[in-house]
């Protein structure tokens, strides 16, 4: 079993749509979990990030972390266009020094005008 | 925010030969850089981790004598591919971390070895 499984894709969403990305993970020392987008042939820009469990809200954007079934979630409200490309889940441990970050494959987002 | 910046953005290079890529933190120090490669439509591959003034500390697979990283400075670290092959050829990153968990992305170089 990986340690982070997120669904590649396609997601293809009509523009205005609500977006539920998700991602399961198996280790349960992870503290920190991060959404990245990703536009084609660019690096990862952080969106999202969160500590523990809980929910976090940014603009159109709602990252929410269950730690007890180790299940994150990415919600986009009012998709547009521009919100096409591929999103990643990243998660590290706790305690200075754990900054590596596993990530998820990622999934494509498609958003259709 | 945080802002990291690579250069070159893509190069191309013939095989055999050495290339040497530049990532700098613009507004913050950089107490943890990492590289990292990705392959078309892959996740991110950790392939070092490297603290300002000490040797990088290598994933395991990767080859630390032709992926040679060098952190001089809390705003710069390089990565050269010694000796590049066309197998080498992928997507660069690195990132860049104040120390406080968050790590912040360069746009990425695409190398291609011919």
């Known amino acids: 079993q990986k340690e982070v499984e997120q669904d590649p894709g396609p997601l293809s969403v009509p523009e205005g749509a609500i977006v539920s990305l998700n991602c399961t993970y198996s280790n349960s020392a992870f503290q920190y979990f991060m959404w990245y987008r990703q536009y084609s042939r660019k690096g990862p820009e952080l969106l999202m990030y969160?500590?523990?469990?809980g929910n976090k809200e940014d603009g159109r954007f709602t990252a929410q972390v269950d730690k007890s079934s180790k299940y994150i979630s990415l919600f986009i409200r009012d998709s547009q266009p521009s919100d096409s490309a591929t999103y990643l889940c990243?998660?590290?441990?706790?305690?200075?020094?754990?900054?590596?970050?596993?990530f998820g494959k990622g999934t494509k987002l498609s958003v259709i005008p | 925010g945080a802002v990291v910046s690579q250069h070159p953005s893509r190069v191309i290079c013939k095989s055999g030969t050495s290339v040497k890529i530049e990532c700098r933190s613009l507004d913050f120090q950089a107490t943890t850089m990492f590289w990292y490669r990705q392959f078309p439509k892959q996740s991110l591959m950790l392939m070092a981790t490297?603290?300002?003034?000490?040797?990088?500390?290598?994933e395991q697979g990767v080859e630390k004598d032709k992926f040679l990283i060098n952190h001089a400075s809390l705003t710069l670290s390089t990565l050269t591919v010694t000796s590049a092959h066309p197998e080498d050829s992928s997507f660069y990153i690195c990132?860049?971390?104040?120390?406080?968990?968050?790590?912040?992305f360069g746009p990425g170089t695409r190398l291609t070895v011919t």
């Open positions: 969160t500590y523990s469990s």
């Open positions: 990132s860049a971390s104040q120390g406080i968990d968050e790590q912040y």
């Open positions: 990243a998660m590290s441990g706790a305690g200075a020094g754990s900054y590596q970050l596993t």
């Open positions: 490297s603290n300002e003034g000490s040797k990088a500390t290598y």
